[in-house]
């Protein structure tokens, strides 16, 4: 079956198996002073684009992710209130949970760590997305469950921005029409905002 870019499931899978191997091997090469360094600061772009955001989603990194965590102090400076997403179910089911510097963190689904049950449901204005790979419309491939998907369709007024590494960009990332574009992507060495 082809998408509406003209991609096959089949060729959606070895692109997402590509980029993350591509990831892999990028991220095992980094100089790791370079690596601690990724990610901590938050460039004036970003915090222009979300300055009349209060709430804001990070998530907590799986592998060779982009470390999101890391501008959490940045964020809180800039009194943001944060959430976490936490996984209800394996059917897709997201919400995100309020989370702070320090709190304690779960074991969740599919090897990520999430608040506890217990915290509260907060509905953010700005999500910061993990993808393993992009292109230049700002088009996301994520890790094939749809949670990200279903989420930015739920909160379709909130700011959507990718977090990835540099050697994640790929010429074209495989789309289906309900997909819906970034409005920024942020890595280690630029932020790429949309073609115009």
């Not at 790791?32 to 772009?45: D, I, N």
């Not at 501008?71 to 009194?79: D, I, K, M």
């Not at 897709?92 to 506890?116: C, H, I, K, N, S």
């Not at 993808?131 to 909130?158: K, W």
Request: charged share 25%.
């Amino acid at each position: 079956m082809t998408d509406s870019t003209g991609f096959h499931g089949e060729d959606k899978d070895k692109v997402r198996r590509d980029a993350r191997a591509a990831r892999k091997a990028f991220v095992a090469g980094l100089d790791q002073m370079a690596h601690r360094l990724a990610f901590h600061a938050l460039p004036s772009p970003i915090r222009t684009l979300i300055a009349n955001c209060q709430i804001v989603a990070l998530y907590a990194p799986v592998g060779d992710e982009a470390p999101a965590l890391r501008l959490a102090e940045a964020l809180v400076a800039e009194g943001k209130t944060l959430c976490l997403p936490y996984v209800v179910d394996r059917m897709g089911t997201m919400e995100f949970r309020a989370w702070a510097p320090g709190d304690t963190l779960e074991e969740g689904a599919f090897g990520t760590v999430q608040p506890p049950r217990f915290a509260p449901v907060l509905h953010p204005d700005a999500i910061f997305a993990p993808l393993v790979a992009f292109d230049a419309r700002l088009m996301r491939l994520g890790q094939g469950g749809g949670y990200y998907d279903r989420a930015f369709a739920r909160y379709e007024q909130a700011l959507r921005i990718g977090l990835g590494w540099s050697v994640q960009q790929i010429d074209e990332v495989p789309a289906d029409p309900w997909d819906m574009p970034l409005h920024r992507v942020m890595t280690e060495r630029s932020i790429i905002e949309p073609e115009s």
